[in-house]
């Protein structure tokens, strides 16, 4: 399991699919080629090869017209996502069908948005609009052929993702309809459900369409409960039309539906921030302020996604989440991150380059780690290192509220120069803030240090927090240290559900 997350950490979510496309369509042009499918295998590999590069060609085309910022990988997943649902065509009596279904798909992404931001799964919608011109999608890739690898790079990306309740979600509402379908609807009986549960889950595209489709982070809700009503309105899309005498609805078309239910739900922006101060914080932590075009609205502790177009991006490409570390009360919107000593990531070093009054795009703002809304709720903070900026965030708030909490900091860092915003801490003792300051760093402690050394383990935390059962935990910091906290605490008798997560990868 450790190197299954050192991998995923190492990778982004779109270049860990791109992999994963490209390898589920290089297995099926193999099994093509074998007769384990059914296929031309020169077809899956010629349509798969046009699509990417006719999606790439549009989308470059449509951009420099708008002047918007494109991410080439989520071009290439466009076109690869289409060749895996589209064909396999015949390419020489067919190959308009392609290059239609990749301009709607391409096309879509800037015609339908709202806020710079596209609603619907491009695939989904080039696949929908070939339908509509006549040629229909088949979604050859669900086969017995290509399960094995649909699960494991599916499990994977939703892994990385962290959508399990997305899929699982989804899953469970198709089957529940898929019964009532069946035994209800249709009168069918007991001996039709062995047959019914293969054709549905090995030989048919629904699982490919949880765990490739289904997920794209841009096109659901932003939070946990509406992503779980997300998967529960698309199973519904495709059942209950037909039980009032409509055709069915092809698994496209009932995405696009979910995409719209998801953007009634979760509404969307990117827009372009500019860049208004950059300051070292510490060795390697640095602050950038940016001022929005527009103002939005977000609760403290959630975060943003930022794109940040540069040439030989590297394997992480050119977008990362951070969390907004000013309080919605401040003008601008700050990131603060920690710089590598070395081997740094090319959107770090190009962030790092920023001159004031350069732009950068940002959106999707989401995350549910954030304040309890009763404010009687006796709270923890555990922070370690950079994963103190929601907390910034937080404590900005309350003190512009001057809005009274009963929390404890436990901030753990390296040394005394990398505990950041403790001003703002110190001052936020005024609204019920108690720090308790911990360098793990034995040979650079400061004489005359008055907080605590070594590890943050049980005992610490019990010592600090004799009430610990009386109060919720919020963890935040690199993946390895979230994990290990919360493991003592579950150890500590800390129920799960008192325990808030924030995960910042890529630190592991
Ligand atoms: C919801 C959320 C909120 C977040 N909030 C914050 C935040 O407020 N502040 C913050 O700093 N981070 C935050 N993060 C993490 C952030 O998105 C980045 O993952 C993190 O800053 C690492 O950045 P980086 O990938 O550019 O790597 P770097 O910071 O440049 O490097 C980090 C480590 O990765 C290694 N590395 C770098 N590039 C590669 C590569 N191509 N291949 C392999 N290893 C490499 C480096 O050697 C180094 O050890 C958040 C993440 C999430 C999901």
Redesign the pocket.
């Known amino acids: 399991m450790y190197f299954v997350q050192r991998f995923l950490d190492?990778t982004t979510m779109y270049r860990l699919m791109v992999w994963f496309l490209v390898v589920l369509l290089g297995w099926a042009v193999a099994a093509s080629a074998v007769g384990l499918l059914p296929y031309r295998w020169w077809e899956v590999l010629l349509q798969t090869l046009l699509l990417v590069a006719a999606c790439r060609l549009v989308s470059e085309i449509i951009s420099r017209i708008v002047g918007a910022t494109q991410n080439i990988e989520s071009a290439i997943i466009s076109g690869l996502i289409l060749s895996a649902i589209i064909g396999p065509v015949s390419l020489a009596a067919d190959w308009h069908w392609l290059l239609l279904a990749a301009a709607f798909a391409m096309a879509s992404k800037y015609v339908f948005a709202m806020r710079k931001s596209h609603i619907f799964n491009p695939a989904a919608f080039g696949a929908f609009a070939a339908g509509l011109l006549g040629y229909s999608a088949s979604w050859w890739i669900g086969s017995v052929v290509t399960l094995p690898l649909v699960l494991l790079g599916g499990l994977l990306i939703v892994c990385k993702i962290r959508r399990m309740h997305l899929v699982a979600g989804f899953l469970a509402a198709y089957l529940a309809l898929l019964f009532v379908d069946v035994f209800l609807v249709r009168g069918g009986t007991v001996a039709d459900i062995p047959t019914l549960l293969y054709t549905i889950f090995i030989s048919s595209p629904i699982l490919f369409f949880s765990f490739v489709m289904l997920v794209e982070p841009l096109t659901s809700p932003h939070t946990k409960r509406w992503r779980i009503w997300f998967g529960t309105v698309i199973a519904a899309v495709m059942f209950v039309p037909q039980w009032v005498g409509m055709s069915a609805v092809p698994l496209e078309l009932a995405l696009l539906v979910g995409n719209i239910f998801a953007r009634i739900v979760s509404p969307d922006f990117r827009q372009s921030f500019v860049l208004r101060k950059k300051k070292q914080l510490s060795a390697d932590i640095w602050g950038f302020w940016f001022e929005p075009m527009k103002p939005f609205s977000f609760f403290p502790g959630q975060?943003l996604e930022y794109t940040l177009a540069h040439p030989k991006a590297?394997?992480?490409g050119v977008r990362?989440?951070?969390?907004i570390?000013s309080a919605p009360e401040e003008k601008q919107i700050l990131l603060?991150?920690?710089?590598?000593a070395?081997?740094?990531?090319t959107?770090?070093k190009r962030l790092g380059e920023m001159r004031e009054g350069d732009d950068i795009v940002a959106g999707k703002v989401a995350?549910e780690f954030i304040l309890p809304s009763d404010p009687k709720r006796k709270i923890v903070w555990i922070a370690g290192g950079?994963g103190v900026?929601p907390f910034r965030s937080m404590a900005k708030y309350l003190l512009a509220k001057n809005e009274r909490r009963d929390i404890v900091l436990l901030y753990a860092a390296r040394t005394e120069q990398d505990l950041v915003f403790r001003d703002i801490f110190e001052e936020a003792a005024k609204v019920g803030l108690r720090n308790v300051y911990v360098l793990s760093e034995a040979d650079k402690i400061p004489s005359g240090w008055t907080g605590r050394t070594g590890r943050l383990d049980a005992d610490m935390i019990k010592a600090e927090v004799p009430d610990a059962s009386e109060r919720i935990f919020y963890i935040s910091g690199p993946e390895p240290m979230v994990e290990g906290i919360s493991k003592t605490l579950l150890d500590m008798g800390i129920p799960d559900r008192h325990i808030r997560r924030?995960?910042?990868?890529?630190?592991a």
């Open positions: 190492k975060f590297d394997a992480r990362r989440y951070f969390t570390a603060a991150t920690r710089f590598a070395s081997k740094g990531s959107w770090k995350g950079i900026t924030d995960y910042f990868p890529g630190y």
